[in-house]
């Protein structure tokens, strides 16, 4: 069975420069305009969205600081496969940033038996989908 990972297990990985950028993360740097710091500190303060165990792989929300007041979200996908460091999968700032999930609303998405949350619409009727 695959260890499952905390993301407070794999920063000091990160801290101690044992990471590697995959090709992804590159990209999506030069298209969107961040740079290695920013990811990295995005990790620093981030906090865990989503694990894949499955696929040793983890999402994290983070955020990229630009003083005084003005704050990015950054997702960052990580993957401990290898126990000696960390690849950064990828990471790209949220088409959707306002759509960020609370853990909850996270929590009844990724429901372990599948199932599917109910959802019960309280506006007007003519804006319900059809």
């Given at each position: 069975m695959k260890k499952l990972r905390r993301l407070e297990d794999l920063l000091p990985h990160i801290r101690e420069g044992r990471y590697r950028l995959g090709p992804h993360v590159a990209k999506h740097m030069l298209q969107e305009g961040f740079t290695e710091w920013d990811v990295l500190r995005a990790l620093e303060w981030g906090r865990e969205l989503a694990v894949y165990p499955e696929d040793q792989r983890m999402l994290v929300l983070g955020y990229m600081v630009f003083p005084p007041r003005l704050r990015l979200p950054l997702h960052v996908?990580?993957?401990?496969?290898?126990?000696?460091y960390v690849t950064l999968v990828t990471a790209f700032i949220p088409k959707d940033p306002h759509r960020v999930y609370s853990r909850s609303r996270l929590a009844a998405l990724l429901r372990f038996d599948g199932a599917l949350e109910e959802v019960r619409y309280t506006g007007p009727k003519d804006r319900y989908p059809a």
């Open positions: 996908v990580l993957e401990y496969a290898t126990p000696r």
